[in-house]
Nanobody
Framework: QVQLVESGGGLAQAGGSLRLSCVVS????????MGWFRQASGKEREFVAA????????YYADSVKGRFTISRDNAKNTVYLQMNSLKPEDTAVYYC?????????????????????WGQGTQVTVSS
């Protein structure tokens, strides 16, 4: 079955940086898009960033635009989330997700229900 394996979470100071990685494996490697979501304690899961796999088009939540960068390595079937200028409000469990088919709109890519597969999540904690 399709599996998404995440790494790179941990503790960072405010203003610091972390890079999350997500490796996807399975029967096929035809991905329309991959995304990152996060869920803080007591809050709903929210969109962070997404990337169209082949075209490389990127989309960001307003709260992270200019600070976070999503990228992919096609050969390694890996998506990254480079997080700079971290803030305490970035503290959350971060989830990697993949859309295997279809052609979702920009709005769809910001919605968790669009995604077919999810990683287990990795904790990011930013201290003030």
């Amino acid at each position: 079955q399709v599996q998404l394996v995440e790494s790179g979470g941990g503790l960072a100071q405010a203003g610091g940086s972390l890079r999350l990685s997500c490796v996807v494996s399975g029967r096929t490697f035809s991905w329309y898009a991959m995304g990152w979501f996060r869920q803080a304690s007591g809050k709903e899961r929210e969109f962070v960033a997404a990337i169209r796999w082949n075209a490389g088009s990127t989309y960001y939540a307003d709260s992270v635009k200019g600070r976070f960068t999503i990228s992919r390595d096609n050969a390694k079937n890996t998506v990254y989330l480079q997080m700079n200028s971290l803030k305490p409000e970035d503290t959350a469990v971060y989830y990697c997700a993949a859309v295997q088919g279809g052609s979702p709109s920009y709005t769809d890519l910001r919605t968790s229900r669009t995604y077919d597969y999810w990683g287990q999540g990795t904790q990011v904690t930013v201290s003030s």
